[in-house]
């Protein structure tokens, strides 16, 4: 095999591993939805058929609850609110009810959800009796004059708008809490194995952009540790002039490259696409960080991505009669 050869197969490879909608026959779609419900060590050997039958039919749901959205006119939005929302409530996913213990025990919950439209933004950390800390990321966006509140101030301006509190019982699962045990016990767990997080991007009939992420974060993190998923611009991202991009993975990582901000600024300054822009920002400059994980994203024109260089990302889009759903890398 001649070097060039190599060259030109590794490249397409990695390519392909990226699931770019980028095709050069593309017409822009009416609407779009890209989903994920976190990143990690997902493979095939580790998953018994029972489960990921559950993933991707939850997956697929959540998808029809979005797509009905979209087609009936509301915004991108409101999509991806309600998909987040629907994602909290299912406790498959680390997010709202089925979200990881802290090294104490607790429950601690990250959202951030961005407008394209004007680049408006809120975002809660810390939060431990919210069901859905996405409504609440958008209240702070609607109805105070700041993006991020954390902590006790997140749930007083909660209670303050209306929003009940929730017994920190109702986010207890076994399945959760058999994770944080072993992990206690076991403190080789490697990152990969400890996180999770939902995401969803979208792009409406009036040609606007949204973007949300919800969070329990990392099993075992301590400190009051917050992750890069209610962090603008590390975790959420949305621009009407670029892209909208949801991050899952070892935030700490996702923080110190501003992962979603760096591919909408690469689109912007470069003039690039925005699966050249993913791969450069998670194949190249998070992979040799380290940095494991992966993005979905849109662009104004309907392209969409769901890039990831972990083993796999429980994911999938919908655009007007086309729909995905996978779970494990090359599928
Ligand atoms: N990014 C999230 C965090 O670090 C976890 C994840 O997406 O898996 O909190």
């Known amino acids: 095999m ?3 050869f190599f060259y030109t197969l590794l490249v397409q490879i990695i390519i392909s591993s990226c699931q770019s909608m980028n095709e050069s026959s593309h017409h822009k779609p009416e609407y779009a939805l890209v989903i994920h419900g976190g990143a990690g060590v997902i493979t095939r050997n580790s998953m018994d058929s029972l489960t990921e039958k559950s993933y991707r039919s939850a997956l697929d749901s959540v998808l029809t609850i979005g797509e009905k959205i979209l087609a009936d006119g509301g915004t991108s939005l409101d999509a991806v609110e309600s998909v987040v929302a629907w994602m909290e409530d299912n406790p498959l996913f680390n997010a709202g009810r ?51 509140l954390v902590g006790d101030g997140a749930e007083e301006f909660a209670t303050q708008n209306g929003v009940g509190l929730v017994d920190s019982s109702y986010f207890f699962t076994q399945i959760r809490w058999d994770a944080h045990m072993k992990a206690l016990e076991d403190e080789k767990t490697s990152a990969a194995e400890k996180h999770g997080t939902v995401g969803a991007v979208a792009l409406d009939k009036y040609g606007n952009l949204a973007a949300a992420t919800s969070t329990g974060g990392m099993t075992n993190k301590r400190w009051n540790r917050i992750g890069d998923s209610p962090i603008i611009g590390a975790g959420t ?29 690469l689109m912007a300054y470069k003039g690039i696409s925005l699966q050249e822009a993913a791969n450069e920002v998670v194949m190249k400059k998070l992979k040799e960080a380290k940095g ?14 769901m890039t990831f260089n972990s083993d796999g990302m429980y994911r999938g889009y919908v655009i007007p009669g086309k729909r995905y759903v996978g779970i494990f890398g090359n599928e």
């Open 2 to 4: 001649t070097k060039a």
């Open 98 to 148: 089925g979200s990881v213990f802290t090294y104490d025990g607790k429950n601690e919950m990250d959202a951030s959800i961005m407008n394209g439209i004007d680049l408006s933004a809120g975002s809660v950390g810390n939060v431990r009796h919210i069901r859905n800390p996405i409504k609440l990321a958008r209240m702070v966006m609607e109805k105070s004059p700041h993006v991020m």
């Open 237 to 265: 991202y949305a621009n009407n002039a670029t892209c909208a991009i949801s991050s899952t993975g070892h935030g700490e990582l996702f923080i110190r490259y501003a992962v979603a901000h760096d591919i909408s600024a």
């Open 292 to 305: 494991e994980g992966g993005i979905i994203g849109v662009d104004h024109d309907g392209n969409l991505t």
